[in-house]
């Protein structure tokens, strides 16, 4: 089941799996240059009071999303790891 990136609380992993349909797909490319590529695991890193914007660490650097950027991002959680 895939969710959106607001799902999502600091420190919680997620993963990639895909993109919503009809979004402008100059964003979507956008997205994928910047390493959000399906299968890509990321884990979000800071949260702003209001929920936007959201960072994510994704391949080794963070990376700032707005909401209404972050919501064309179909993902799933990933389970806590083990301590």
């Known amino acids: 089941m895939s969710a959106g990136l607001a799902t999502l609380g600091v420190g919680q992993?997620?993963?990639?799996?895909?993109?919503?349909?009809?979004?402008?797909?100059?964003?979507?490319?956008?997205?994928?240059?910047?390493?959000?590529?399906?299968?890509?695991?990321?884990e979000v890193t800071r949260m702003a009071p209001l929920g936007d914007p959201v960072e994510i660490r994704v391949r080794g650097f963070d990376l700032s999303l707005r909401k209404d950027e972050a919501e064309?991002?179909?993902?799933e959680a990933s389970p806590p790891p083990w301590d």
């Open 13 to 42: 992993r997620g993963r990639i799996v895909g993109f919503e349909r009809g979004r402008s797909s100059a964003y979507r490319q956008r997205l994928l240059s910047m390493g959000l590529t399906p299968g890509t695991e990321f």
């Open 72 to 75: 064309i991002l179909k993902i």
